[in-house]
């Protein structure tokens, strides 16, 4: 018996520690129902506005820089202008080069053939004077031609 009463004892002590703890959480219960913030639909809608006005503000900015790059894409070349012009200062002085080189060499070339000519001409005036001295080493100089050609 005595361990009954014990028991007894014991499940009292429980039970007012329950009963406590229920009022306590009684209690809680409606301060936080008192204390709870109703969410009404302009609130949400006033939010949602906000953001939206953010998103559409950011997605114009994008926009904008996606236009941006597709216009300088556009306008990108490969070869930079510097590049360009620089070849063309360079293929300009190689034709000018050329030029000046081919013109010079055809020059140069005449002079050489009216140098031969003068040369070949004078040589003919002094075998013609020669020829002329003495007109019988002319006469054995054409047979010799003659016959060699004969031979031939």
Not at 26 to 34: A, G, H, N, Y
């Amino acid at each position: 018996m005595k361990k009954l009463d014990e028991i007894m004892e014991l499940m009292a002590d429980e039970m007012a520690d329950f009963k406590t703890a229920v009022l306590e959480l009684q209690k809680l219960s409606e301060q936080l129902v008192k204390m709870s913030i109703p969410i009404s639909t302009e609130a949400l809608e006033k939010n949602l506005n906000i953001f939206l006005l953010k998103q559409q503000s950011e997605k114009e900015k994008s926009d904008e820089i996606l236009k941006e790059i597709d216009r300088k894409l556009k306008h990108a070349r490969i070869i930079p202008n510097y590049l360009l012009i620089l070849f063309g200062i360079l293929g300009i002085l190689a034709l000018s080069l050329v030029g000046y080189f081919g013109y010079s060499n055809n020059n140069t070339q005449q002079e050489n053939f009216q140098v031969y000519r003068t040369i070949k001409e004078s040589q003919n005036k002094s075998y013609e004077d020669y020829f002329a001295a003495y007109p019988e080493i002319y006469q054995a100089y054409c047979e010799w031609i003659s016959d060699g050609y004969q031979d031939l």
